[in-house]
């Protein structure tokens, strides 16, 4: 599913229902930004182990501290979970933890 589209599909109640704890709606969340974050982390790590790491690590702090967040509309919603994702990425990158570059 293409990234707009996916992102589109996330209306102002979903991420509502996300904000209160909506397994599916946090699930929806996922399936929507899963290819934006992991495309995001790869760019910034060197390898796609890291990257799926860092998506991993940006989607459990964003079910942790979706609830805190204070936009409603999906644009915003995306500007937060890659500013998450690229600080994840970054960290990694800064504490050293990243693998020999892929060959």
Do not use: H
Not at 16 to 25: F, H, I, M, T, V
Not at 36 to 63: G, K, P
């Amino acid at each position: 599913m293409p990234e707009a589209y996916a992102v589109s599909a996330l209306d102002d109640i979903a991420i509502q229902r996300a904000k209160s704890g909506d397994l599916n709606a946090l699930e929806r969340v996922y399936r929507a930004y899963e290819a934006t974050v992991y495309s995001l982390a790869r760019r910034i790590c060197r390898t796609a182990e890291d990257a799926e790491d860092v998506m991993q690590e940006t989607f459990l702090e964003v079910c942790r501290s979706i609830g805190g967040f204070r936009g409603t509309a999906p644009g915003s919603l995306t500007a937060w979970i890659k500013k998450v994702a690229a600080s994840k990425a970054l960290m990694r990158v800064r504490r050293g933890k990243y693998r020999d570059a892929d060959e």
